[in-house]
């Protein structure tokens, strides 16, 4: 299941021209969902998807019969991806800092990324100093919204301006 954030409007998921950033948990998803927002009245800057967990980006899509009989989980993109529009998007994936020390957690990232350039998008990782700061939302209260707007902006595909001043 995809969190959105409150009040998205679902043409937004088809505007390949609004970037979008991935990451992980509900919560993580409304701060950055605030810092898409912050000090600028016109319009967001991104938008911010979130998933249960760095896996969550798939689930059992059908089931299967093994050799021997058993009946199998068969794993897939979920169908809330088919929500948006991937191709020519731009995407950043936003998973915990602990990324850079799990390899969980990057083959997990490098298999959504791998999916989503074979729809279409254009796919950056955004990264930041394992400290205090595991997740996006403890990064963006430690480091503050210019600091992450500039890094969000510089890890984005071709590097898009959202920058933090209106």
Known sequence: MLYLPP???HIVLTNTE???VITEGEFK????????????????????IGIAGVFNWRGVIAKATSPDGQRLNVKGP?????WIAWHGRK??????????????????????????????ASVGFYEWALTKSKGIDDHLATVG???????????L???VSIGGKS
């Open 7 to 9: 009040g998205c409007d």
């Open 18 to 20: 609004l970037p979008l």
């Open 29 to 48: 998803t409304l701060a950055l969902s605030r810092l898409a927002g912050w000090n600028n009245a016109h319009t967001e800057r991104f938008l911010p």
């Open 78 to 82: 979920i169908a809330d991806l088919n």
């Open 91 to 120: 995407v950043l994936i936003a998973f915990d800092a602990d990324a850079g020390t799990k390899e969980q957690v990057r083959f997990a990232r490098a298999e959504l990324a791998q999916h989503l350039r074979r729809r279409g």
């Open 145 to 155: 919204p210019e600091v992450v707007l500039d890094e969000i902006g510089r890890a």
């Open 157 to 159: 595909p071709s590097s």
